[in-house]
């Protein structure tokens, strides 16, 4: 409450002068502003909400991701920075830029796939800041990747993006299984936080050799008792594993593995899951295509909503601590 200065007169009966006017007014002024900003500030925290937006890098027939978090803090950070080869245009610089967004305290590459970090340097180049970047570079050895398409894996352009990086010296780091990369105290017993569920190297695994996919880094976002689980490109092979495995991976919100495509974690890990929605980052075609079907099929029997960039546009996810919501760009369908 803004407490407001009394001002003696000169003298019994007498009227201040011009001098003490002027000095009633500035601190009459003065305790004005703190009240409003006090206010200002009861109330931005008032009702703090943790937001996740699927950024719609897939607008072509290519997939993609991206994925931006804003906590209540003021905190930003990207999982993943990737649009799809065939995007007409620019996308994640200018929908930063567009939300005044400067400045990133962390960004997060799933996996060395140039569909989730393909921008990354653009975005730099382009005048946003970012302190840290949590990689996992697939260990050097036989790594089975089968997949070969222009997003695919490529280790001279990782090692150039990694020098690049350390060029402008933001401080590149392999996270390890349990590591909070992010932590916001919102309120008393409520705190907002991205923890590391696990990460594998391709080639020291509890299944032996895997594919780039298999490296992505398993990331879970919580708010409060809102959780939502981000899992890269996670392929059956490694899927399999953690449908079985001791790791929590529980979630009201489930970030489809590989775009929801036929080789994604099995449906085993989904019911590991349980989630209540889904949010996939395709293309409508992918999506409608043969590729897909098992991925829909799923969703569609055990009756749990999907949310589709191609199809959505922006998805954004607003979490309060105890409940959320989920909006598209391009309302219902």
Sequence with gaps: MAVFPRLKLQGPGRRAGPKYQRLALFFCASAALAALLTLDSACSRASPLTRWTMINVCPGQAQADCHLLEFPDGT??????????????????????????????????SHFHKDHYGRLREIIEGGVKIDRV???????????????????????????TLRFLRDRHITVFTPKAGDRLIEDRVAPGRIAALDVICLYDGLHTPVGDTDTNDTSIILRLSDGTNRALFTGDLNWKLGTWLAASHFDLSADILKAPHHGTEGAAPDIFFDRVNPRATL??????????IRSKRIRTYFSTHRIPVFVSGIDGDVTVTMTGGGYKIETEKGAR
């Design 134 to 160: 949590a990689i996992n570079v697939p260990a050097h050895g036989t790594l089975v990747d089968g997949e070969h398409f222009p997003g695919g894996f490529d280790r001279a352009d990782v090692d150039e």
């Design 76 to 109: 930003k950070v990207l999982i993943d920075a990737g649009e799809g080869v065939d995007a007409p245009h620019h996308i994640i610089l200018p929908r930063l830029l567009q939300k005044g967004i400067r400045h990133i305290a962390l960004v997060v590459i």
């Design 280 to 289: 996939v980052p395709a293309s409508k075609s992918l999506w409608l295509s």
